[in-house]
């Protein structure tokens, strides 16, 4: 009657085991499928007792869900027991394929472990397959459908019938687990998506506030700010720019898109601008304006990606610097020149006068043949190799750019130029300034000043010594050439001055020098001083003649 019966026990079991999977896929959350994994095997699998224990990520197991007794559920929901305990115990008593059963007469040696458990008295069983309350049923799940990794153990206690489960009643129990462990990994995986699908959208929300925060502090900071392109054909080219640089500029948005920094700088400062470092590099230059004018600025620069492994743009920020640097190059420009005259001043004039100069004399060569050897280094003169042209004698190797000065013969005439110093000294001024007063006397300096500079070349060099006396550098000048510049400047200074409705005159007198390598900037004034001097001595002999 039982064999008859067999086939529809069987298949009301499955009908049960198919509606408590069903029941699986309907949960929302981990934590409700985990509860109903336990509630199927009370509800269709004929168990009063079902526990789902779950492996945490430090390998130990936790009792995340209890059906069949609140009691028992309040008790060891949420206790753990220990991996190697539970290891333990799915390694003794009997296997049941997958399942793990551990009898009554075996059991009673993990009463004293850690794993959480729950047990009610009850009598001794009175035939051979009758449930005792302390017999143990577990039912590992694997992750992948039965593979090697442990997702957790559903353990399963007092079956109604009061026996031991059979063939069939194992077998469901088992493929229940199969089913558990399936929908355990599915809301395990749709919990870590929705975690991180909200995460992302919090990163997401961060990074447009970000960029709002990028853009609002880019568009509305007080100085320019400008985005370029880093690398490839167009490094450097403006991507973006903001109001303030703009303004600056005088160039619209659209306009500047066109151009790099490098299109904008001041030719002088383009050797600036591509030593300065990408990764805050600064560098204070000059920018061209629309109107055609140029600006002084401080860029800083700093390397931004769009994204981690994005490309990397030029971040630089543009400070407006012209008042800072005018009065810089003010107070450089009063630091150099006269107060009264406008003029270059003595320390101004000694360093430009040494800078045309070196420490090591030079020879002329006699004739044009040896100049242009000298030129290439293909000399026999020991002089002109150790002057510029000898790789192991000159720091600055076989081509050394220094351009040597050199003093002509003024005894004879060979057409060679140098670099003129023109020392003059005004003749009649203390006498002005002891009558007329130092209010006058400065007028007459200033005017003489004006008639010097007027009277020379762009690249000369017009400064006041000090007192009355005055210097002159004009470079390329013959012997010649300067003997008549220095009577220019004489006669442009002696027509009368007049200063308050009074003609004054002064005269002056002029010492011409050479500058020469080899010398200082001091002997090179002491010699041109020494020999206005001397022209001035002779001009009073000839005055005390002609009287």
């Keep these: 009657m039982e064999a008859e019966s067999e086939p529809y026990v069987r298949l009301a079991t499955m009908r049960q085991l198919h509606q408590a999977v069903a029941d699986l896929n309907t949960a929302r959350s981990l934590a409700d499928t985990l509860q109903t994994v336990a509630d199927g095997i009370v509800a269709g699998l004929g168990y009063e007792l079902a526990c789902v224990n779950l492996v945490r990520p430090d390998g130990d197991l936790v009792v995340a869900a209890f059906a069949g007794s609140s009691a028992a559920e309040a008790l060891i929901t949420g206790r753990v027991g220990s991996r190697s305990s539970w290891e333990r115990r799915l390694s003794m008593g009997e296997a049941w394929d997958e399942l793990r059963f551990i009898p009554h007469t075996d059991g009673w040696v993990l009463l004293d472990d850690d794993v959480p458990q729950w047990h009610t008295e009850g009598p001794e069983p009175r035939f051979e397959d009758e449930w005792h309350p302390q017999d143990r049923l577990y039912a590992p799940m694997h992750a992948s459908g039965g593979g090697l990794d442990l997702l957790g153990v559903i353990s399963v206690d007092r079956p109604r019938n ?165 009065h810089e190059l003010h107070l450089a420009h009063r630091a150099s020149h006269d107060a009264l005259t406008g003029l270059p001043n003595s320390a101004e004039l000694r360093s430009r006068l040494s800078s045309r100069l070196c420490e090591r004399p030079h020879s002329v060569a006699s004739t044009a043949v040896e100049a242009l050897d000298a030129a290439y280094g293909d000399v026999d003169d020991p002089d002109a190799r150790t002057h510029g042209y000898d790789v192991d004698s000159v720091p600055g190797g076989p081509y050394d750019h220094h351009v040597h000065s050199v003093a002509p013969d003024t005894e004879n005439d060979d057409g060679a130029k140098g670099l003129a110093v023109l020392f003059c000294d005004l003749d009649g001024f203390k006498s002005i300034n002891d009558r007329f007063g130092h209010h006058t006397g400065d007028a007459v300096l200033i005017e003489v000043a004006r008639r010097l500079t007027t009277c020379v070349r762009d690249g000369d060099t017009v400064a006041r010594l000090g007192g009355d006396e005055f210097v002159v550098l004009a470079d390329g000048l013959g012997a010649v050439d300067a003997a008549d510049l220095a009577v220019r400047l004489r006669n442009a200074i002696i027509p009368p001055i007049r200063v308050d409705g009074r003609a004054v005159r002064v005269g002056a007198s002029f010492g011409i020098g050479w500058a020469a390598c080899g010398m200082t900037a001091e002997e090179v004034l002491r010699s041109a001083d020494q020999r206005m001097y001397v022209e001035k001595r002779s001009r009073a002999k000839v005055h005390r003649r002609a009287g």
């Design 162 to 326: 009061g026996r031991r489960p059979g063939a069939w009643g194992r077998e469901a129990l088992q493929m229940y687990a199969s089913q558990a462990a399936i929908a355990i990994s599915n809301a395990r995986l749709r919990a870590n998506m929705q975690r991180a699908l909200v995460r992302l959208e919090r990163e997401q929300q961060a990074l447009r506030a970000s960029e709002e925060s990028f853009r609002q502090a880019f568009e509305y900071a007080p100085s320019g700010m400008a985005i370029a392109e880093m690398g490839g054909d167009q490094h450097g080219r403006l991507l973006r720019t903001n109001d303030a640089l703009c303004r600056l500029l005088g160039r619209p948005a659209s306009v500047l898109r066109r151009y790099s920094f490098a299109d904008l700088v001041h030719p002088e400062d383009i050797g600036t601008l591509l030593r300065t470092s990408a990764e805050g590099g600064r560098a204070e230059l000059r920018l061209g304006r629309r109107d055609g004018t140029y600006l002084w600025v401080s860029l800083r620069n700093s390397v931004v990606a769009d994204t981690a492994d994005g490309p990397r743009f030029l971040l630089t920020h543009v400070e407006d610097i012209e008042e800072r640097k005018r």
